[in-house]
Antibody
């Protein structure tokens, strides 16, 4: 079964940093594009970042202003999101989502990890 | 950026009803439009991809259509498990963008 599981969320002070991880299993991780999507409490979905297989293409939402960095470790079937200079506006559930087909739709999602930025 | 205007933001319906949700793209996205269902406390679930293709395992009462920059999700015969929030998403150009969501509630 194809599965992704996020970890690394928690409570962090404004201005702090956090590194999220997404562990993949049940498929050849290196073959697929991966994404981060977040959802603030009571709000809608917001795409954060995408990284293609081989890391040849990487995209970010403009709103992140260079504070986040996505990376992948194909040897260990994992995806990461380094988040710096966090503010209350970054408080959200962060989902890892993958595209298993060339359509680009996000067809496998993790359960998410909660990030709370508060003093 | 491509904006996705989704409507309505919420609706009330009864079991068995036909429900339609619309997304309008701010410019052409061809057929690069996906629909997701999200239940409270759960991750989104892909229902429809490429505007009208049904994701494997999704009941056939869900369907999608496209007319220019207007996209529609239709649920024919609403079931109790369909009460949820639905989102459209374009994957034509980055940044990928979602609609604001439509909450389908029980009348």
């Amino acid at each position: 079964e194809m599965q992704v599981v996020e970890s690394g969320g928690g409570l962090v002070k404004p201005g702090g940093s956090l590194r999220l991880s997404c562990a993949a299993s049940g498929f050849t991780f290196s073959s697929y594009s991966m994404n981060w999507v977040r959802q603030a409490p009571g709000k809608g979905l917001e795409w954060v970042s995408s990284i293609h297989s081989n890391s040849d293409y990487i995209y970010y939402a403009d709103s992140l202003k260079g504070r986040f960095t996505v990376s992948r470790d194909d040897a260990n079937n994992s995806l990461h999101l380094q988040m710096n200079s966090l503010s209350a506006e970054d408080t959200a559930v962060y989902y890892c989502a993958m595209e298993t087909t060339t359509t680009g739709a996000f067809d496998i999602w993790g359960r998410g990890t909660m990030v709370t930025v508060s003093s | 950026d491509i904006q996705m205007a989704q409507s309505p933001s919420s609706l009330s319906a009864s079991v068995g009803d036909r429900v339609t949700i619309t997304c309008r793209a701010s410019r052409t996205i061809r057929k690069s439009l996906n629909w997701y269902q999200q239940k409270p406390g759960r991750a989104p679930k892909l229902l429809i991809f490429a505007a009208s293709s049904l994701q494997s395992g999704v009941p056939s009462r869900f369907s999608g259509s496209e007319s220019g920059t207007d996209f529609t999700l239709t649920i024919n015969g609403l079931q109790p498990g369909d009460f949820a929030t639905y989102y459209c998403q374009q994957n034509y150009n980055t940044p990928w963008t979602f609609g604001q969501g439509t909450k389908v509630e029980i009348k």
